[in-house]
C-alpha cells in the first residue's frame, strides 16, 4: 500500500498546455517536498511546503499544500518540453521524522 | 561541484558477489541518508545517518545491507551475496540537521546496479 498516491502516473501533452499533478494520502503530513527526476540522474529538489494552505510559486510552476497537510498538487502553466520528467511527491509522517516517504511518481512528457 | 557525490555510476555485478557503493554528501550537512529506487517508482527508505551515528534501518534492509559512516563525512553501502532482486538505482542524500521539523534533503546521481 502506497502512503502518498500520485495521479496520473503518466501524463503527455503539447507544449504550451496548462497541467496538474495531484499527491495524495490519508496520512498527514508534517512537510511535503516536490521533486523532478531526469532518467539516471537523481531526485531534483523543487519546492518544499510545511502549512496547511500554503501555495509556492516557482515560475510557471505552482504548488500547493491541503490544507489539511494530506495532499498536495503540482499545477505547470504553458507547459514546455523542458518540463518534461517525473514528478516526485515526498513527505514526513511524523514531526520531526527523517526519513521521506515517497509517491510512485508522475512521469511528464511534453510534446513540441 | 559542492552537491553530494555517488561513485560509481554504475555497477554490473554477478549474482554472489559483493559490491560496495560511496557516497560524498554535501560537506555541511551532517545528515546523510540511503534510498533504493526500482524501475518505475519512487524511492523507498534504507537507511540514514547523523554524523558516523545510524539512528535508523529500513526492514527492507536485510541482513546482506551493511552502511557505515566511520567519519563522519563518506559513507559506504555494502551488499553481500547480491540477487538479481537487488538491482536497482541506489541514491544517497544529505541534509543540515537542525531544529526545524522539515530538513531539506539534497540527492546525489545514484549508482545503477546491475546483478546478472
Known amino acids: 500500500t502506497q502512503l502518498l498516491e500520485q495521479s496520473p502516473q503518466f501524463l503527455s501533452i503539447q507544449e504550451g498546455e496548462n497541467l496538474t499533478v495531484y499527491c495524495n494520502s490519508s496520512s498527514v503530513f508534517s512537510s511535503l517536498q516536490w521533486y523532478r527526476q531526469e532518467p539516471g540522474e537523481g531526485p531534483v529538489l523543487l519546492v518544499t511546503v510545511v502549512t496547511g494552505g500554503e501555495v509556492k510559486k516557482l515560475k510557471r510552476l505552482t504548488f500547493q499544500f491541503g490544507d489539511a497537510r494530506k495532499d498536495s498538487s503540482l499545477h505547470i502553466t504553458a507547459a514546455q518540453t523542458g518540463d518534461t520528467g517525473l514528478y516526485l511527491c515526498?513527505?514526513?509522517?511524523?514531526?520531526?521524522?527523517?526519513?521521506?516517504?515517497f509517491g510512485q511518481g508522475t512521469r511528464l512528457t511534453i510534446n513540441p | 561541484d559542492t552537491g553530494v557525490s555517488q561513485n560509481p555510476r554504475h555497477k554490473i555485478t554477478k549474482r554472489g558477489q559483493n559490491v560496495t557503493f560511496r557516497c560524498d554528501p554535501i560537506s555541511e550537512h551532517n545528515r546523510l541518508y540511503w534510498y533504493r529506487q526500482t524501475l518505475g517508482q519512487g524511492p523507498e527508505f534504507l537507511t540514514y545517518?547523523?554524523?558516523?551515528?545510524?539512528?535508523?534501518k529500513s526492514r527492507l534492509l536485510s541482513d546482506r545491507f551493511s552502511a557505515e559512516r566511520p567519519k563522519g563525512s563518506f559513507s559506504t553501502l555494502e551488499i553481500q551475496r547480491t540477487e538479481q532482486g537487488d538491482s536497482a538505482m541506489y541514491l544517497c542524500?544529505?541534509?543540515?540537521?537542525?531544529?526545524?521539523?522539515?530538513?531539506?534533503?539534497?540527492f546525489g546521481p545514484g549508482t545503477r546496479l546491475t546483478v546478472l
Open positions: 515526498a513527505g514526513r509522517i511524523i514531526q520531526g521524522a527523517q526519513k521521506l516517504v
Open positions: 545517518f547523523q554524523n558516523e551515528a545510524q539512528l535508523e
Open positions: 542524500a544529505s541534509s543540515l540537521g537542525s531544529g526545524s521539523s522539515y530538513n531539506e534533503q539534497f
